[in-house]
């Protein structure tokens, strides 16, 4: 590079002179033509010279680029770089010699380039590490071979694969060692940890991470004069250790807050913010608070409202004084709305999820509740919104809105098993944004041993771009039971509203929608000693009822869950024509709660509870309520209590079981990435729940108990889970543990 320069600075000086054509000379494999596109046509100037050498050289096809002169004619006198021939990988055995091939590409560019060579082996080296060879060493030699043309050989030395197995903090006084371990990505050893989430391994690029975590942790527990060293790596008897040497100082409060600069038109900028004078000194709060003050400008139209923290560390007080310093600009109106990125979505199923609209006084509220929609709907990976200033127009801005779209429709088709139903027969037509209309279609064909299902179901969740939702569905359904088989042929019909565009933004999130269900039942196949209900509920029969349900969703991903929570509260009421009257209260509770980092995802929290309560009249008069069979419910299985057989649970007359009008379930999980890339998770999990028949109080002391682990993989042929469960209640006829598996199947 150094004689680049030089040469560049004698041709400026040699050649003030101007040129009337310019010619390309000792290239062999790059084309003149293409060398030439980096010259401005002739006549050149002393600074147009100077700029072709740099471009020249830039490509990186050329090792030297000299500059001649011949006449009135300027020649570039090039070294082409050699070619690399090939590349070899040596010495491995524990690691394929596809996937190093992979990591030691060259690309499309096979141009030699020496400091890529080196960058290539230092990733190799990373490589290896992040698998748990501490000790790898990656050798890269470079051999002409004639034609300017080289081979590239790295030589690797893998050594032994050493665990992490202490991770080590000096000069704790005040700090629990076990909060900073907790907040850092590395972690220690440890059997099971290593086969879920890879711990046990020392990564660099983790460790500077780690660092930053670390002294992130100070600053956020008002050790604002800490320090934190830089891990150092020790090998020892039983393994590496991982030492960091912290200074943690004296722990700082906030002291005085106060704000400089513009002000709210109504209102203090700094109530509801999370610093607060005598408390611990919070950087993250800080910077949290920054933003919300920011917000509260944009509520007033100020898109781009400044809001600097300055603090003063005040050393004999231990205090730390904040300024927040506010320039709030000029209010401004939404001019355009520019949407790009969708190719399939029309502009309007994107607009009508906008909050705010054209021509309105700019709200970052409103600029925040339409990012918010626009990611519920499953149309999009990505969506930003940001206010763009237009040239000129100091009181009107244009808001941006970039979506990346995902996909939204599948077709599979197949051959699944589950644990529960059997061998599966399955096909499957989804589409979420039907023809980028915001409309959705599932078709849905399940044929098994245990079970049968078909499904056409279609719904337009923006009717004519109102917000009324609208759905219709025709299904088929053959449920095999021990002591009988359930055929059910029905259909229904939905509509639903929101409920915050009624009644103000305290019911945001809030739905309220109304099904129409009409369904014939035939019971068949019922064993001789099925219990009494069954035997009373062979033959054929219908059913009309409607369902009102209210709904709250707050669920970031309806895909990948990871936030936010979902609330059901239903009552059906059948008796409207059929030969069925009874009621079926429902209550469901769905949580998602990101816990911590782990790698590409996170430790997620999750609870599902369902709680039912069905009622019916005394069906012959002699003083016996009558829940209909269809409608009872079975516990036991991968989707209700794991642990115990599929539908094994509840009522029971001898072996038969009847299935309970109250039912109970609630599974609680720890989800954890095991290969956040390809869609892999593992989990834990304790399951609670049971089901209780018409006359039976519903004493949540016998609820039966769980638990077990599991993994579950989003595949490219369809979800899969495999599930351990052991029951803790056990009955006569329990085993000892519950294996589910489902493939093929939507769990």
Do not use: C
């Not at 095999?480 to 933004?505: C, I, K, M, Q, W």
């Not at 895909?559 to 009621?583: H, R």
């Not at 209260?585 to 816990?595: A, C, D, K």
Request: overall charge negative.
């Amino acid at each position: 590079m150094r004689i680049v320069f030089i040469i560049l600075i004698i041709a400026t000086a040699v050649f003030a002179e101007r040129f009337d054509s310019v010619s390309v000379v000792g290239n062999s494999r790059i084309d003149t033509e293409a060398i030439l596109l980096q010259v401005k046509k002739p006549p050149l100037s002393d600074s147009d010279i100077k700029e072709a050498v740099k471009a020249i050289y830039q490509t990186g096809f050329f090792d030297t680029v000299v500059v001649e002169r011949k006449g009135s004619t300027l020649i570039f006198n090039v070294t082409e770089k050699p070619l690399v021939r090939k590349i070899y990988v040596e010495g491995n055995s524990e690691v394929s010699t596809g996937d190093l091939t992979s990591i030691f590409s060259f690309g499309s560019n096979r141009f030699l380039d020496r400091y890529k060579v080196d960058t290539l082996r230092k990733n190799g080296v990373t490589f290896y590490q992040q698998k748990g060879f501490y000790d790898a060493k990656v050798a890269a030699s470079i051999v002409p071979v004639g034609d300017n043309q080289v081979d590239v050989t790295f030589k690797v030395t893998e050594g032994d694969k050493i665990k992490l197995r202490k991770i080590e903090f000096r000069g704790l006084s005040q700090i629990d060692p076990e909060d900073l371990y907790d907040a850092m990505q590395t972690k220690e050893y440890s059997w099971w940890k290593s086969w879920a989430i890879g711990t046990g391994r020392v990564n660099k690029k983790l460790l500077e991470a780690d660092q930053a975590i670390l002294r992130q942790y100070l600053l956020d527990n008002g050790f604002v004069e800490g320090s934190v060293s830089d891990g150092i790596v020790e090998k020892r008897d039983d393994g590496l250790a991982l030492i960091f040497d912290i200074t943690e100082g004296e722990r700082f409060n906030v002291g005085n807050v106060n704000t400089s600069g513009d002000s709210l038109t109504s209102g203090d900028p700094l109530d509801g913010i999370e610093l607060v004078e005598g408390e611990t000194f919070n950087a993250s709060k800080l910077r949290a608070d920054s933003f919300k003050i920011a917000e509260k400008f944009g509520d007033e139209g100020y898109a781009f409202a400044n809001v600097i923290p300055n603090t003063a560390i005040n050393s004999s007080l231990k205090t730390v004084d904040v300024t927040f310093n506010i320039a709030k600009g000029k209010p401004v109106s939404v001019d355009k709305i520019n949407i790009s990125g969708n190719k399939k979505t029309y502009d309007h199923v994107v607009r009508r999820e906008m909050e705010i609209q054209e021509t309105e006084n700019y709200s970052g509220s409103k600029v925040r509740r339409s990012k918010e929609l626009l990611t519920r709907t499953g149309y999009f990976n990505d969506v930003t919104i940001s206010p763009e200033a237009i040239p000129g127009v100091d009181n009107k801005a244009n808001l941006n809105v970039v979506v990346q779209e995902g996909q939204t429709g599948t077709f599979s088709a197949g051959v699944g098993y589950s644990s529960a139903d059997g061998l599966l027969f399955n096909a499957r037509v989804t589409e979420n944004n039907l023809f980028g209309q915001g409309r959705s279609i599932d078709l849905n064909a399940d044929i098994g041993t245990e079970a049968n299902n078909f499904l056409a179901r279609v719904r337009d969740r923006r009717f004519l771009d109102t917000y009324w939702a609208l759905g219709i569905e025709g299904y088929r359904t053959t449920r095999r039971f021990d002591d009988f088989d359930r055929h059910t042929t029905g259909g229904g019909v939905s509509a639903g509203y929101p409920l915050d565009r009624v009644l103000g933004e305290v019911f945001e999130d809030i739905d309220f929608s109304v099904r129409y269900d009409y369904a014939g039942i035939d019971i068949d196949d019922v064993d001789d000693t099925a219990a009494p209900l069954i035997q009373d509920s062979k033959g054929k029969s219908k059913a009309s009822s409607v369902t009102p349900t209210l709904t709250r969703n707050t669920i970031n991903n309806p895909l990948n869950p990871t936030e936010g929570s979902q609330q059901v509260l239903a009552y059906e009421q059948a008796g409207l024509g059929g030969d069925y009257d009874f009621g079926l209260f429902t209550v469901r509770n769905v949580l998602y709660h990101p816990l911590f980092k782990l790698g590409a995802g996170s430790l997620v929290f999750s609870n599902r509870t369902r709680f039912d309560y069905g009622v019916a009249p005394d069906k012959y008069g002699e003083g016996e309520d009558f829940f209909p069979l269809y409608k009872r419910f079975f516990p036991g299985g991968i989707n209700s209590v794991r642990g115990y057989e599929s539908r094994s649970m509840g009522p029971k007359v001898g072996d038969s079981e009847y299935g309970g009008s109250k039912h109970f379930v609630n599974n609680t999980e720890l989800i954890f990435p095991l290969a956040e890339s390809a869609g892999i998770r593992g989990l834990i999990f304790f399951d609670i729940g049971d089901a209780f028949d018409d006359n039976q109080s519903m004493d949540f002391g016998d609820l039966r108990k769980a638990y077990g682990t599991g993994i579950r993989w989003s595949s490219p042929l369809g979800p899969i889970r495999l599930e351990f469960g052991f029951p803790m209640d056990k009955e006569e006829g329990d085993s000892n543990m519950q294996t589910m598996f489902t493939f093929g199947a939507p769990f």
